[in-house]
């Protein structure tokens, strides 16, 4: 049974950095694809970012572009979310998500991911 379980959420003032992690159980995961997603109050959930475990390949929303990078550790089957120049409207429950047909990596859409993680809370104050 694969499972996702995130760490490393928290409050950080505009322009500070934190870096999100998704330890990953459970199956083999080399043609999987991976993503990060959020969901502010009141809003659907959103595409962050994504990756192809095998190879690495990644892709990013618009508004993280350049700010935000995914990432993974093979031997540790952990991938991780590094934010840095944080932005209030970055506040969020952030979710990773896995996909073993790695549709999600190409559609970026939540209705691909297969497994999900539990959430973890980013706020970022002004």
């Known amino acids: 049974q694969v499972q996702l379980v995130e760490s490393g959420g928290g409050l950080v003032q505009a322009g500070g950095s934190l870096r999100l992690s998704c330890a990953v159980s459970?199956?083999?995961?080399?043609?999987?694809?991976m993503g990060w997603f959020r969901q502010a109050p009141g809003k659907e959930r959103e595409f962050v970012a994504g990756?192809?475990?095998?190879?690495?390949?990644?892709n990013y929303a618009v508004s993280v572009k350049g700010r935000f990078t995914i990432s993974r550790e093979n031997g540790k089957n952990t991938f991780y979310l590094q934010m840095n120049s944080l932005k209030p409207e970055d506040t969020a429950v952030y979710y990773c998500a896995a996909d073993p047909t790695s549709s999600l990596y190409y559609t970026a859409a939540p209705a691909h991911a297969t497994y999900w993680g539990q959430g973890t809370q980013v706020t970022v104050s002004s």
């Open positions: 459970g199956g083999t995961f080399s043609s999987y694809a």
């Open positions: 990756l192809r475990w095998s190879g690495g390949n990644t």
